[in-house]
């Protein structure tokens, strides 16, 4: 079993850092911050916006990708060094094909269900993270088994700049943003004074030409 802290593949430099997060804002100018609905009718607690080909997106109708932002606008195109970076933790996937930067700000109370990806039009392809700002505690948690059928969770916390990775036998874990833990320190250290967390989530979601 893997856990949490296994799944941190590595730590951004500050200048790195602080390069994503005035993109990230440049892309949050162009397609806004929206808070989806879960299926149940739910806000999520999280705010969300993408770059890229495709959004994520969660609406009564239930969980998909579309191809532009909330108000039905093309989205922003993703930054080429994302791109690069993302290859750089998960070196099988070419910086071209990742077609979807998800883009999340997670408030002092925000946090994330643990959930499973499984709404990518191939499901083994890795998933990148990069977080920014305050800390947040992350969870995974390894599929049922016949031999583990209650497979325990594991939880990590994780600083600006951290790196976490979802490939191979990992990516069907379910996983989730338990809580934000205050860190003003490290929010100076990306240019952020804002209370909260921002984190990319880099993908492949469509079909892969």
Known sequence: MTTARETVVGQLEPEVQVMMVGQARDIIRQAPL???????????????TAAGDF?????????????????????????AEWRELASRYAPEVKPAWWDSAIINWYGPDGYLTEHVDVSEADTSLPVVTHGFGDSALWLVR???TQDVPKP?????????GAVTLLAGPTRDYSHGIER???????RSLCGMTKPGRLSITI???GERA
Not at 180 to 186: D, E, H, L, S, Y
């Open 34 to 48: 929206h808070r989806p609905t879960l299926p149940s009718g739910k806000p999520m607690h999280v705010l969300v």
């Open 55 to 79: 959004m994520w997106t969660s609406d009564e109708g239930g969980y998909r990708y579309v191809p532009h932002d909330h108000w039905g606008h093309k989205l922003p195109p993703m930054p």
């Open 142 to 144: 390894p599929q049922p």
């Open 152 to 160: 325990k969770r594991t939880s990590t916390q994780t600083d600006s």
């Open 180 to 186: 934000i833990i205050p860190a003003p320190m490290f």
């Open 203 to 205: 993908r492949v979601a």
